[in-house]
Nanobody, 126 residues
Framework: VQLQASGGGLVQPAGSLRLSCATS????????IGWFRQAPGKEREGISC????????YYADSVKGRFIVARDSAKNTVYLLMNSLKPEDTAVYYC????????????????????WGKGTLVTVSS
């Protein structure tokens, strides 16, 4: 099982960026794909999960309305489209996979999934 996040870089505030999560080694359409991020000095945060059960997508309140997840099953790839970026979005972004999305406690998605890829750094700064 392999996942690889890519597409990070430096972007100005209010800008946009698209991250890709390329996957291989498991049935793509039978697994949930989550996106997580970890800012310097902070705990890892679950920001999105595309469910394989009902095709719904969870978004954390911190990114809701700005970030969109899209899936390309032909390429076994999931995209994270990030708009209206803010300096507080600066973090290393990871994608992960499991048989289902992590549980949501309160309004927060847990950060436990079985398979993880290496992260990609997103820096939002002028």
């Amino acid at each position: 099982v392999q996942l690889q996040a890519s597409g990070g870089g430096l972007v100005q505030p209010a800008g946009s960026l698209r991250l890709s999560c390329a996957t291989s080694g498991f049935p793509f359409n039978e697994n949930a794909i989550g996106w997580f991020r970890q800012a310097p000095g902070k705990e890892r945060e679950g920001i999105s999960c595309l469910s394989n059960v009902d095709n719904r997508t969870y978004y954390a309140d911190s990114v809701k309305g700005r970030f969109i997840v899209a899936r390309d099953s032909a390429k076994n790839t999931v995209y994270l489209l990030m708009n209206s970026l803010k300096p507080e979005d600066t973090a290393v972004y990871y994608c992960a996979a499991d048989h289902a999305c992590p549980a949501i406690v309160g309004a927060t998605m847990l950060t436990v999934m079985e398979y993880w890829g290496k992260g990609t750094l997103v820096t939002v700064s002028s």
